[in-house]
């Protein structure tokens, strides 16, 4: 059975139906039992409906430099 960690791992996976037979299976059987989860679930799929309608937003040359330039140093450490 999955615990409440691989359910916050495959949250995603679950809700866009990218998961096997048995392992979806074991994840509606934690959903079942785990309030908390349950919870956590509703909430991704909230975020990734909202996202989805709202549509994505284009970063400006800088944000993407900025955000380059800081993966850059983080990667160096």
């Known amino acids: 059975m999955l615990n409440c960690r691989d359910v ?3 949250a995603s996976d679950y ?10 299976f074991w994840f ?5 039992i785990c309030k908390n989860c349950r919870v956590f679930v509703r909430h991704v ?3 990734k409906e909202f996202i989805r309608k709202r549509g994505g937003m284009p970063a400006s040359e800088q944000e993407v430099k900025g955000v ?10």
């Open 28 to 32: 509606n059987v934690h959903l079942f």
């Open 8 to 10: 916050a791992h495959e």
């Open 68 to 77: 380059m330039e800081a993966v850059r140093k983080a990667d160096s450490k």
């Open 45 to 47: 799929n909230t975020t």
């Open 15 to 24: 809700i866009d139906h990218n998961q096997t037979g048995w392992r979806r």
